[in-house]
Nanobody, 120 residues
């Protein structure tokens, strides 16, 4: 059974940092990505990474603040977030797929999400 389990979300003040983790089990994914969904909005791409970490992509407004990485020995992907803003408040989802792309349709498996709330 394939599972993706996110952790690390929580409440943080503006300007603070959080590190999200996503542990995969049941298979290894070539591409893993992070998406987020704010209330009443569509799910949007945040960052993605290939299996060996040789390629990473970020949404424009997150580049420089967020860093995606992965530990293949642990089959885990991370999202380090700095300088968080209230606009970053959302449920963050990790996803696994076979190609590194920025749309939800390109990923086959999804975690249940972890809530990130940034207070002003």
């Amino acid at each position: 059974q394939v599972q993706l389990v996110e952790s690390g979300g929580g409440l943080v003040q503006a300007g603070g940092s959080l590190r999200l983790s996503c542990a995969a089990s049941g298979r290894t994914f070539y591409a893993m990505g992070w998406f987020r969904q704010a209330p009443g909005k569509e799910r949007r791409f945040v960052a993605g990474i290939t299996y060996n970490g040789g390629r990473t992509i970020y949404a424009d407004n997150m580049k420089g603040r967020f860093t995606i990485s992965r530990d293949n020995a642990k089959n885990t992907v991370y999202l380090q977030m700095h300088y968080l803003e209230p606009e970053d408040t959302a449920v963050y989802y990790c996803a696994g797929g076979t190609i590194l792309e920025v749309t939800t349709l390109d990923y086959d498996y999804w975690g249940q999400g972890t809530q990130v709330t940034v207070s002003s």
